[in-house]
């Protein structure tokens, strides 16, 4: 089981750190994303780390605003958001997956092993 928390009402440029903890089983041997959709959209993989070496992966869209990092210690996998847009409102998942790379995590949002309920984030004056 996944459990997101975090999220809220920000101004634009502001910043949220979302968490997903982890219970049941080892964070640490799975691929983490996080992802987020919009309704009526398509879900969208915007940052992932992989579970062997620790490589991050990025969508463009947040590339250089967006930080993802897993705690171990906490089996925690949080995602540091930085100059949060309008277009970054949505619902953010967290999403693992055994064995495969970040980017591959990031390119398929709809297949995970693990599923959290959602936070939503809303990026509004």
Not at 94 to 101: D, G, I, L, S
């Amino acid at each position: 089981q996944l459990v997101e928390s975090g999220g809220g009402l920000v101004q634009p440029g502001g910043s949220l750190r979302l968490s997903c903890a982890a219970s049941g089983f080892i964070l640490g041997d799975y691929a983490i994303g996080w992802s987020r959709q919009v309704p009526g959209e398509e879900r969208e993989g915007v940052s992932c780390v992989s579970g062997t070496d620790g490589s991050t992966y990025y969508a463009d869209s947040v590339k250089g605003r967006f930080t993802i990092a897993r705690d171990s210690a906490k089996n925690t996998v949080y995602l540091q958001m930085n100059s949060l847009k309008p277009e970054d409102t949505a619902v953010y998942y967290c999403y693992a997956v055994w064995a495969v790379t970040a980017q591959a995590l990031c390119d398929n949002p709809n297949r995970s092993n693990y599923w959290g309920q959602g936070t939503q984030v809303t990026v509004s004056s």
